[in-house]
């Protein structure tokens, strides 16, 4: 079985988050992806709250994940020049398809300042949002 210590693997990595604003649930965010999930949904929080971008927007920005051992997982939409920063560097380089399903999923819903709410999923694995 799983004990919680040091350097064991769990068997699952889960995140929900829920982000306040004014004193309530203004966003609720997830993304499935084992150790890739704390990456995913931390690229979209960046890009929401620091890019000022929309759910939309952001959940279709490339994305990047740090293994262990000098690995980093790119999806094929950055600049070819930060390829070739990070193998100078001494990274070793996993670069992933566009879109890469490896990289996570975020699916997020907002409420709106009007009231309603307003979802968002992206075309890395299947799923879908609707406003209300």
């Known amino acids: 079985p799983y004990y919680l210590r040091p350097n064991a693997i769990p068997w699952a990595t889960v995140a929900p988050t829920l982000i306040f604003k004014d004193g309530a649930v203004w966003m609720a965010v997830g993304s499935p992806g084992s150790e890739r999930i704390f990456s995913s949904i931390s690229q979209f929080l960046i890009n929401i709250f620091d890019r000022n971008m929309s759910i939309d927007e952001a959940v279709k920005q490339p994305r990047f994940h740090c293994s262990l051992g000098g690995k980093i997982s790119l999806e094929d939409r ?42 968002a999923a992206e075309i890395r694995r299947d799923g879908t949002a609707e406003g209300a």
């Open 78 to 119: 950055f600049s070819p020049d930060l390829y070739d920063f990070l193998a100078s560097k001494g990274y070793r380089i996993d670069k992933r398809e566009p879109y890469s399903f490896y990289l996570g999923a975020i699916h997020a819903v907002i409420k709106k300042s009007s009231g309603g709410f307003q979802g």
